[in-house]
């Protein structure tokens, strides 16, 4: 499990929604990325969750308004609310909304959230109608423009039956913002990351294709791995099963010629390029209107070699000195250190990841990757990790790299 909320304590608010039983999931999802949880729980929450719900996922107490008046910990709202890195509040009922909005006192949560310095995110969940309400909507400007966060409900089916917006999303979708927030100020913030993934598609016919082992997990890893340091991620995807980091703009494109398109477009405003597609080499000559029939002899596929996009981003950075750095991989079965050198230098990288292919923990599929780093000066052999600790590696490379950096002169 990736431990990416490592030291860092969350105060979860929960409100009185029936989405109260999607925010233990929360809590538990918060709990296994490392966080500290602190839960609070409102009255009308307790409705429908019992904190020692909470408790049990969180391993840590979880707290309801009359722990105020209890001698517990000393002034419970100021330690709950000093010792909070970010203040969720998922589910948030339109009366919480309310009570935020105006700075309401009289439960723990809202006196919490008026203590607290952190930022504040929250996830409304009301039934068809009342989130478009006017008075709603008021509250949610409201506390957008000091500064909260908020994350859209979706529109489906309310417990009332009727079909609205209002739904809190899902928990995995929450965490997936909190990691935006709390990466805001990371190292890449500011700077604008261009990340390829997955392996492209080059059609035979409509239903057959020449295509690669690449699941695009790297990729993946390593758009998430620029969002969780601030960065602003564009990923370029070919087809894969994966579901895309919350934050990154996503283009979908199937053929290198379409990637190509889409890396040149995009590498022209990007501070950073890392192209960890596996781009097909070659693609059918043509490709079928209709599906191929068989026959009963066999079937020639005239392949032609498809153009190398990193190629063309070297000739664009020449003319515009954009991206400012750009780090390639290199799938080897054989030599590897000596193909990956003569990719770095051929494609006029500034850093290139070697992966052994042959390996059967590291490289296409799998959740774990062995790569070892090359560039002008030297090569560094990294460990066998998973791809979220390899993609954080790379990018503490990249931050180095960058122009203006603090280590770029040294
Ligand atoms: N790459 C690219 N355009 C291509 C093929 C590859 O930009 N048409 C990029 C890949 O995204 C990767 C790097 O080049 O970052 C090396 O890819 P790899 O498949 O290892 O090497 P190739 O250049 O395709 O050479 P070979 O297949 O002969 O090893």
């Known amino acids: 499990m990736e431990l990416f909320l490592k030291n860092r304590t969350i105060l979860l608010g929960v409100t009185g929604s029936i989405a109260a039983y999607k925010a233990a999931d929360l809590a538990s999802r918060l709990t296994k990325a490392g966080a500290s949880v602190d839960v609070v729980l409102t009255e009308a929450a307790l409705k429908f969750i019992s904190p020692l719900t909470f408790s049990s996922l969180t391993g840590r107490k979880a707290y309801t308004t009359q722990d105020v008046w209890g001698d517990g910990e000393h002034v419970l709202h100021i330690a709950l609310a000093r010792r909070a890195d970010l203040l969720l509040i998922a589910p948030a009922t339109a009366n919480t909304l309310s009570a935020l909005a105006a700075g309401q006192a009289d439960t723990l949560l809202t006196m919490a959230a008026l203590a607290a310095t952190c930022p504040l995110v929250f996830a409304p969940a009301m039934d068809a109608g009342m989130y478009e309400h006017a008075a709603t909507q008021a509250n949610v400007d409201t506390l957008v423009s000091r500064g909260a966060y908020l994350i859209e409900p979706a529109e489906g089916r309310m417990a009332s039956g009727l079909i609205g917006r209002g739904r809190m999303v899902e928990p995995e979708e929450i ?17 604008s990351v261009l990340v390829t993934a997955g392996g492209t598609r080059e059609p035979i016919d409509p239903v057959r294709a020449v ?9 993946y890893a390593l758009a998430q791995a620029a969002l969780d340091r601030g960065a602003t991620v564009t990923l370029i995807t070919a087809p894969t099963s994966l579901t895309p980091p919350i934050g990154a703009r996503v283009l979908h494109v199937e053929r290198a010629a379409e990637m190509q398109v889409a890396v040149l477009e995009e590498a022209k405003s990007a501070d950073v390029l890392v192209m960890a597609a596996a781009v097909s080499d070659f693609r059918p000559a043509s490709s079928a209107e209709q599906k191929i029939k068989k026959n009963g002899s066999s079937l020639q596929i005239d392949l032609k070699p498809t153009e190398d996009i990193l190629k063309a981003v070297a000739a664009l950075r020449k003319n515009t000195g954009f991206p400012a750095v750009v780090v390639g991989f290199a799938a080897e079965s054989q030599d590897l250190l000596k193909n990956a050198r003569v990719k770095l230098e051929e494609k ?6 070697a992966n052994d292919i042959s ?12 790569v070892t780093l090359l560039n002008n000066k030297g090569a560094e052999e990294l460990p066998l990790q998973t791809k979220a600790e390899a993609a954080s590696d790379i990018l503490d490379r990249v931050v180095e790299l960058l122009p203006g950096s603090k280590t770029d002169e040294l």
Not at 178 to 188: H, M
Not at 211 to 219: D, F, L
């Open 175 to 191: 965490v997936g913002h909190v990691r935006l927030v709390l990466g805001r100020d990371g190292d890449l913030a500011g700077r």
């Open 211 to 219: 295509t690669n082992r690449s699941s695009g997990k790297q990729g």
């Open 348 to 353: 006029e990288l500034d850093l290139i990841a």
């Open 359 to 370: 390996r059967t923990d590291a490289g296409f599929a799998v959740d774990t990757n062995q």
